[in-house]
């Protein structure tokens, strides 16, 4: 073997032996070994150790939305490094890019969302908004008021209280003993969240969270009217409303926040991922201004809620630089712009390819569902979604496999840095894709384990 094939081989041996991967097949891993080791990223492509190029359909985890290889990132986080790489937050200190992050968040988040705390991810996130929503309850004298209501085909996180609103059963399953006082609600019905509040008592209810476009559980957009009538429902009822855009925040979906599309503001926001476009660790809930006021003024003693690695220095300053470059580069219109093309592109896939059911998504962040009542389908008992997407990696198109609750989709989610020609590139490889499948099924030849 040449010495790049020892290498490659030595890389792969060690990451079955020592590398225990999130959200992974374990026994596929150890099987086959990993199926890219990436070495190095530039726009919206990846490339691996053998020399493998690939566009990144997925921004990595929805997350990488100024793309791969951003020199000025690097720049910023040594020259904050060299500074002060790292300081606490806790105890009342505090560090210049913490606090002019947490300005600029007040400055672009939607409604009077005002004050930020600070976490290293999405689950922390989550999680923090529960406990937050938990303790303003007990500040105001309602103590009672505990239940978190999420929705069905919801994620929020893998944490333990944030595995707990995940409305996806699969990750419940997962573990044993999740958190208490989590309900769920069908995620298109409104009504479904007015019927539980009166059953379970209004008075025992915290707080209700949404993403605003579900990600991970398939990528699904509400309907009309959905979130102004989500907001008066919580308005009735006195329940706070907390929007998790961990996923859709930072120009994902054509707005700043996805929550703009619907002229609906929450009373608290999660976010993570885009906010430094994977660059760094950094995470947040920002609370409104009526909410923060409340806590200053009836908090008594230590808030006993914190992380380390809240205000990170380094951090805060890398989502600085990002913020920067998604308005100087107009990512956020891009984003609008390609994702109506891309999602054009989706539905000309559907007129020509039987297993596409349906075609959604909003700005850069669409999915197809594969049917499954079409007489070319059922013939397998299998989703047929992993092996649209094995076929499109092998072309150079990383998507992504939704096979959760029984569904079958196909999502995707490119960097807010593509261009025309990539969109087109995509939908040749994902339509070449289908096509390899389609015919496979019609042949009775994939797997039925």
């Known amino acids: 073997m040449t010495q790049i094939e020892n290498v490659i081989e030595e890389l792969r041996e060690l990451d079955k032996k020592h590398f225990f991967h999130p ?23 990846l490339y691996d150790i053998t020399g493998k190029k690939v566009i990144d359909g997925m921004s990595s985890l929805w997350n990488v939305n100024i793309g791969h290889g951003r020199e000025e990132l690097g720049k910023v986080a040594m020259d904050q490094m060299s500074k002060l790489a790292f300081s606490s937050s806790f ?25 930020t705390f600070f976490t290293s991810g999405g689950s922390e ?15 105001k004298g309602q103590p009672e008021r505990k239940k978190i209501i999420s929705r069905t085909k919801s994620y929020h996180g893998v944490s333990m209280g944030a595995t707990s609103a995940t409305g996806l059963k699969a990750f419940r399953d997962f573990t044993t003993s999740l ?20 059953a ?7 707080a209700f969270i949404a993403e605003p476009v579900q990600g991970a559980g398939g990528v699904h957009v509400v309907p009309d009217n959905y979130f102004q009538e989500i907001r008066q429902i919580c308005d009735d009822y006195d329940i706070l409303f907390i929007t998790d855009e961990v996923i859709t925040g930072f120009g994902r979906t054509g707005k700043y926040f996805a929550m703009e599309h619907y002229g609906v503001a929450p009373d608290m926001m999660c976010f993570a991922k885009g906010v430094t476009s994977g660059y760094a660790q950094l995470g947040g809930v920002m609370v409104s201004e009526r909410i923060y006021k409340d806590f200053t003024t009836l ?10 690695y809240s205000g990170h220095p380094m951090a805060c300053a890398v989502a600085l630089k990002n913020l920067e470059i998604i308005e100087q580069e107009h990512l956020i219109g891009n984003a609008a712009k390609r994702g109506e093309e891309l999602l054009a592109g989706l539905e000309e896939i559907q007129k020509e390819r039987n297993i596409i059911s349906k075609v959604k998504g909003l700005g850069l962040m669409c999915g197809i569902e594969i049917a499954k009542d079409r007489k070319l389908n059922e013939v397998f008992e299998i989703p047929l979604s992993p092996s649209i997407v094995a076929e499109a990696a092998k072309r150079g198109l990383i998507c992504r496999s939704v096979v959760l609750d029984g569904q079958d989709i196909v999502v995707f989610a490119p960097p807010l840095t593509i261009t025309k020609e990539e969109i087109i590139n995509m939908i040749q490889i994902l339509n070449e894709s289908i096509g390899v499948v389609e015919a496979a099924v019609s042949k009775n030849l994939l797997p039925n384990t």
């Open 23 to 45: 959200t992974s097949a374990i026994q596929q891993q150890q099987e086959q070994g990993a199926a890219f080791v990436f070495t190095e990223g530039k726009g919206i492509h």
């Open 91 to 115: 105890a009342t200190f505090s560090n210049e890019p913490a606090i002019r992050l947490a300005a600029k968040l007040a400055q672009i988040a939607p409604g009077n969302l005002s004050a």
């Open 125 to 139: 996130a989550n999680d923090t908004a529960y406990k937050l929503a938990r303790h303003y309850w007990l500040l």
């Open 179 to 198: 958190a208490p006082d989590f309900l769920y609600v069908d995620n298109r019905s409104p009504e479904s969240l007015r019927s539980l509040i009166e």
């Open 200 to 206: 379970e008592g209004p008075e025992t209810i915290a």
């Open 299 to 308: 908090s008594r003693g230590t808030l006993l809620h914190g992380y380390t």
